[in-house]
């Protein structure tokens, strides 16, 4: 009998993050490791930070735990993740950051776009006295040296 595993959204794993109540998600499955945390080679205190992000799949590759370690985990399994959250706004497994990141570049292309806006309408600010200030110089220039007063001086 084929038994349909429940599946959790990111929000919901991460609750459970004490030593009396500690899940985490595994390339998409949900683990119930309390019984585990005392028993875990690499300590409780790695196994809680992993069960407070909700995602443990990349601290659990990264330290390339034994295959016998691997195969531990169907003992612990209770669900898998619910990606389908995500669409309601919700935060799916490895995306949490990967969407931190994308608002992340959105806030940042905006700054730089008002960066950029404020700093051409500064330049213009800048350029359009400078123009007029090279017109008017060249108005007296011209002025100045006008053949007219050269020719009417009686110098
Ligand atoms: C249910 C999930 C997990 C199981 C069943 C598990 C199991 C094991 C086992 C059996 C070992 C002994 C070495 C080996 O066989 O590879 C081990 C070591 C270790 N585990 Fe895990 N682990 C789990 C999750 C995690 C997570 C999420 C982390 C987070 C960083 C972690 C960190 C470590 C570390 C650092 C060691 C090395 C300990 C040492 O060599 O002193 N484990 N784990």
């Not at 875990?40 to 995602?55: R, Y």
Request: charged share 20%; with cysteine; net charge negative.
């Amino acid at each position: 009998m084929a038994e349909e595993l429940k599946s959790f959204p990111l929000s919901e794993i991460t609750l459970h993050s004490s030593k009396s109540d500690c899940w985490l998600t595994i390339h998409g499955k949900v683990y119930d490791v309390t019984n585990f945390l005392e028993d875990h080679p690499g300590g409780e205190d790695v196994l809680l930070e992993s069960a407070a992000k909700g995602d443990a799949t990349n601290d659990f590759e990264d330290v390339g735990h034994s295959s016998a370690a691997t195969s531990m985990l169907s003992s612990y399994l209770i669900g898998t993740l619910d990606t389908s959250s995500s669409k309601n706004g919700g935060v799916v497994q490895q995306s949490s950051k990967g969407v931190k990141k994308g608002d992340g570049n959105v806030a940042t292309k905006t700054a730089t776009l008002e960066r950029q806006g404020s700093s051409s309408s500064s330049m213009r600010k800048f350029i359009v006295p400078l123009i007029s200030l090279v017109v008017a110089f060249v108005a007296w220039y011209y002025y100045s040296h006008s053949p007219k007063k050269a020719c009417c001086s009686h110098h």
